[in-house]
């Protein structure tokens, strides 16, 4: 028999995160669980990754054909991909599921239009996304209010979660994930929490219309609004990244049981990037000296002499520096669109997260390409990373020689001070530990992304922040570097997402079993694939 799948329609969808670890959820006989049918997001390079996902998901797992390893790897240009009489239906699939709309601007018509021919008859479906966050996120409200408070509290992007209720208010879905940064819990609007009014508005969306609201990570009962957040770290997210997200379920399907994500063992940096193929920075095309090899390496021979008079109890640091650049002299490498490698089958990598990332058909990786930065900051990076080789953790600014610290109007270079703003300005990302929360400010700079081997001084590639986001080797992002730092920054963590389905999964099984009879012992994803097969 065909099995059906639960429909997910997607808003805010960003590169696709969320879509991603729901359509990767699979019942025990490998059918997906849940079907994404509508994704729908504003920047024209995410989209464009969203389409190019959904062409990938249109096959069976394991059945991508050829012609889609050879566009990602560089091997063929798009327009041979999508004209490819081969893939002619996929590519038709996923432009019916993917569209470049603004929530808010585009005519409420054509959106409605898509949901509607999408969920059609089904009485079981799945809302999920995030409203972008700027108005909401610590930095940026900052930034807004100083500039202009009169024009932040006119922001329409604190009221974006309104086109979200609205489409719950027309469509009723059974349950909707809604992800947003930590920071709404403590913005404020007119004087009042934002956070307050968007739960109330969603728990009771029109007169007749109501839904509880749940925590993903804490059983039924008093919520306070901190019980909302979900610290990804500890759930084998190699990073620190921590967001509210709703898990928002209709009255009319009860109150049944579900259960909560389940801790386990914290997945370090190490543990995730070090099976990389090692690459060096470039040089900035901005300064001098231009970039090649050795004038890389001249660069970072002079990073001893760039420190000045130092602190004799930094002569540690002075020796790993030395070191570092001797070692320096392996990595000619700056990476490339793909660079073909068998390394991914000596990573340490956990399996449950090396199962939904890696693919050994990829047969090495891809968009691992450094950026350029000019030599200050390289010494800066050969320094950060030095010292957390030796203290396990990365320098605040006021461990850096003076000689490094950087010319800013935030800055004083004439004293050692703790109160200067943006302490910790460059950072490096710590082998031992998850990384801190990947940022799609990755986009305009590297310097809170330092890599932690000093030998490659730079800051991560886009591959690598799409690792520490848990995204699949085989997950292309389209647009130039600046585009995809941005999405993969702006992304939810895909294996994240996946836990968050299989909760989903297992609740509406739950729901639809005759007394609501306890799964705590029994997957979700293969009761609903049971329910399923009988509907």
Sequence with gaps: MLLKSIPVIDLFAGPGGLSE?????LGYSGHPVFDVRVSIEKDPQAYETLKLRSFFRAFPKGRVPDCYYDYIRGDIPKHELRTSELV?????????EAHNATLGETS???IDGWIREAIGNSDTWVLIGGPPCQAYSFVGRSRMRNGDPHAFEKDKRHF???EYLRIIQKFQPTVFVMENVKGMLSSTHGGSPIFGKIR????RP???LEYEIRSFVRQNGELKPTDFVIESENYGIPQRRHRVILFGIRRSHGHGYHRPLVSGKRV???ETLSCMPKVRSRLSPKFKPKDSFENWLDVLRNTRHSLGRLDPCLSAIVERIDHATQQAESVVSTGSRFISCSCWSDASMPPELANSIRDPKLGGVCQHETRSHMPSDLHRYMFAACYAEIHGVSPK???FPLALWPEHRNVDGSERTSEVPFDDRFRVQCWGSPSTTVLSHMAKDGHYFIHPDPIQCRSLTVREAACLQTFPDNYFFEGNKIDQYTQVGNAVPPHLARQIAEIVADFLAEAHQAGHVSTRTVRGAEQMEELLETQ
């Design 21 to 25: 670890g729901f359509s990767s959820l």
């Design 88 to 96: 002619r239906e996929e590519w038709q699939l996923a432009e019916h």
């Design 108 to 110: 409420p018509d054509d």
């Design 160 to 162: 974006l979660y309104k």
């Design 200 to 203: 109330e508005d969603l728990s």
């Design 206 to 208: 029109a007169e007749d």
């Design 268 to 270: 370090t940096v190490q």
């Design 397 to 399: 600014l006021r461990h």
